[in-house]
Every structure is written in structure tokens, then in C-alpha cells.
């Protein structure tokens, strides 16, 4: 069964102590992983696709890298505005026009002034 | 920058009414879906619709449950009868084309009462 574990469920940083969010997932052929960004009562919000093992992506202080077991989200000096529920997804499965997304139940992000 | 347009933002209703959730995706974009998220819990996915029909859906989309793309803007969501488990946030998301970042709604709330 395509799984996606999320870790760890909450993170607290001080302004500008970075970290890293991870994502691990089993599926039978990935196609891409994603991360959204997610505020309270609001939807997912895109933020990167990553598709092959060694790809990495950078947006601001973000940084996302896929291995063939995980990917992680590096986020260098945070400030209170990254604050957010972070989500990983993958879409999986060969062939078809319409696989969906498997998400995991996301990290939690609190940045302190 | 396009985004995916949902309607009302929220939705109380009594058990056992019908409900219709509307969205507008992006206007290029070819593969519609739903997707809900119960409060506390991970975003799971309902149905996939392409070239005005299911692609795929999962067991939660039961007969309660039907899409429609009425015209070539509207993508609905209708509950026939709804039942309290089905409150949650409902998303609509929509993609230009295969292994394309997914663009999600705001979302409609729904509490079932």
C-alpha cells in the first residue's frame, strides 16, 4: 500500500535557527513528490515538484531534496511568516492521465520572533 | 497569478440535505478533482475527473457523492444526502497537465448539524 510519513508532527524554531522537515514514502512507482505550504483554514498552497533521486529545488528559504526513500525541506533562517503546516504528497502508479495524490498528515511549523 | 475559485466558503446544513460545492478551476488547466480534509486529519483524496468523466475514485466517493462539469467553468461537487461524518473542508484542485503542480481552492467548509 503507497504510504507518506511525515516528521516530526511539530517543530518549533527560533527565528532564524534552521532545520529540516522530512517526508519518507513507499509507493509502486513515483511520479513526483510535492510540498505545499498550508495556513490555517486555507487551502494547499504549491510549492515544489520534485521527480527523480538527487533533484533538489529552491524557493527563498526553501530547499527541497528527493532521495529514491524521502525527501526533505530545508528551511534556512526561518522568520515567523514561514510559520504553517508543512505537507508532503506523492503521486504515484504507471501510466494513466490522473493519478492522485497520497499526503501525509504534514509538520507543523511555529517560528518565534 | 490564476487560482482555483471555490463556492461559499461555508456551508451548514442539516442531516440528510443535500449539499452542491462549486468550484471554478484555472481556465487551461484539463484534470478536476476533489479532495476533502476532516479537521485534524490528513487531505484525502475523492475523486479525479478528465475529458468530462471519472477517472478514478476512492471508496469514500460512494453514490452519496456525483460530479458534474455543467459547462466549460463549473466543476461541482453534490452530497445527496448528507450525513454528520461529512463535515469537513472540501478542496478543489486542478492541473494543466500530467506531473504539473496541482493548484488547490480555498476550500468550502461544510458542517453537517
Known sequence: EDQVTQSPEALRLQEGESSSLNCSYTVSGLRGLFWYRQDPGKGPEFLFTLYSAGEEKEKERLKATLTK????LHITAPKPEDSATYLCAVQAGYGGATNKLIFGTGTLLAVQP | EPEVTQTPSHQVTQMGQEVI?????ISNHLYFYWYRQILGQKVEFLVSFYNNEISEKSEIFDDQFSVERPDGSNFTLKIRSTKLEDSAMYFCASRSRENYGYTFGSG???TVV
Do not use: I, M
Request: glycine share 0%; charged share 35%; with cysteine.
Open chain 2, 21 to 25: 460545492l462549486r468550484c471554478v478551476p
Open chain 2, 108 to 110: 468550502t467548509r461544510l
Open chain 1, 69 to 72: 526513500k524521502e525527501s526533505f
